[in-house]
């Protein structure tokens, strides 16, 4: 009985110290500066300048599409972040993936446009050029 009651208190004060220790370990810890949330490495700011017609002029409040696949072990997720273009015809993604998404550009006036692009760089700025739909008569 009495070696029993030694482990027990041993195991006690184990547990008692680690925890302690464990505390301090843990105010110890420097937090983060606060300023700009930490970004992941894959995330990128990508800049679409949509411009039309033969004089290039830029489309705004063109709705811009990014449709992008994350793989999983079981099942891909897919996901789509939707902008508009401001009077500058440029419509700012602030965190897309790295890797390949498809942009589509719809815009009233203006035909469709849909592409696949790689994007390799952080801050990648894509050129899209839309035309006008034929006549109907």
């Not at 937090?31 to 894959?42: H, L, V």
């Amino acid at each position: 009985m009495n070696l029993k009651n030694l482990l027990l208190g041993c195991f006690l004060m184990a547990i008692a110290s680690a925890m302690n220790s464990g505390a301090h370990a843990q105010s110890a810890q420097t937090t983060p500066p606060k300023g700009a949330p930490p970004r992941a490495e894959t995330a990128a700011r990508l800049t679409i300048e949509v411009s039309g017609g033969e004089k290039e002029t830029p489309v705004e409040n063109a709705s811009v599409y990014v449709k992008y696949v994350e793989s999983h072990l079981l099942k891909d997720k897919k996901f789509e972040l939707n902008v508009k273009t401001n009077r500058e015809g440029t419509a700012h993604v602030p965190d897309a993936p790295m890797g390949k998404v498809l942009i589509q550009v719809v815009a009233e006036g203006w035909k469709t446009y849909g592409k696949w692009f790689e994007v390799t760089d952080p801050k990648q700025t894509l050129k899209v050029h839309l035309e006008r739909p034929a006549k109907w008569y």
